[in-house]
């Protein structure tokens, strides 16, 4: 389907075509598409739960499937309470837009966070990509073979640090000299390791999320020698 017509299905709410987006899990992928276009579909496509990379004229549009979903939302979960235990002031930016025409690129991260650049932000609440500082941290679900390269994006907007999952490990990744290198252990969470974020998809024998949380707690605060969880009582 041309870009172009692409962009007035989704504009008519998939009038044009009844099934203009891919099926959850599934990508679909358009070549010489132009920054204005993956503009337009970007905009028209709006807040809907649709994941778009244009790298260079390729677009590539995934309807995200609830196994991607869900390991995104418990990184996210991981992220909150690491932050909590180790008293590191954090700030979520989810999954907004980063594009440039500049540079012929645009993405969402599947989650960004800043952290140590937090002091030069904004009230809660306001973030604007193209003005604003990067985020720190980055985390890229990748639960099924995506054919566009995502990490050079992440690199050149800036993100000094990135979680890469691949639906059975977890990589750590910091931004040096224009790409990424695998590290042992979080710059953004100092003593943290891929095994420990992992272990946060390992706690099933619960109910739910906020037991989890609280299962999760226990299982940071033993790994990193914090004690006793003076907020658990």
């Given amino acids: 389907m041309p870009a172009t017509q692409l962009e007035q299905a989704v504009q ?8 203009p987006m891919p099926e959850p899990g599934r990508c679909l992928r358009l070549s010489g598409v132009s920054y204005d276009e993956y503009d ?11 994941r778009i990379t244009y790298i260079d004229g390729e677009l590539e549009i995934m309807s995200p499937s609830y196994k991607h ?9 991981a992220v909150l309470v690491l932050a909590r235990q180790l008293k590191i002031k954090i700030r979520a930016c989810g ?25 030069s932000l904004g009230r809660l609440g306001t973030y604007e990509p193209t003005k604003d500082v990067p985020p ?4 890229e679900v990748d639960v099924f073979s995506k054919s566009l390269e995502r990490l050079p994006l992440y690199a050149d ?4 640090e990135v979680w890469r999952y691949d639906n059975r490990n977890l990589d750590i990744l910091q931004l040096r000299d224009g790409g990424y290198v695998r590290i042992e252990q979080s ?21 739910d999320d906020l037991e989890w949380m609280d299962r999760y707690t226990e299982i940071v605060r033993e790994r990193l020698n914090l004690g006793d969880d003076e907020n658990s009582s």
Wanted: proline share 5%; aromatic share 8%.
């Fill in 136 to 139: 720190d941290l980055g985390i």
């Fill in 95 to 119: 999954s907004t837009t980063h594009k440039r025409k500049s540079s012929d690129k645009g993405f969402e991260p599947d989650q960004a966070y800043h952290i140590m650049s937090i002091p």
């Fill in 69 to 77: 979903d869900w390991a995104k939302m418990y990184f996210h979960n």
């Fill in 187 to 207: 710059v953004c969470f100092p003593g943290v390791t891929s095994e420990l974020i992992l272990e946060s998809l390992e706690v099933m024998d619960v109910d």
């Fill in 12 to 19: 008519a709410d998939a009038e044009v075509d009844p099934r």
């Fill in 40 to 50: 337009a579909i970007s905009e028209a496509i709006g807040e809907r739960n649709i």
């Fill in 157 to 160: 907007f800036g993100i000094g």
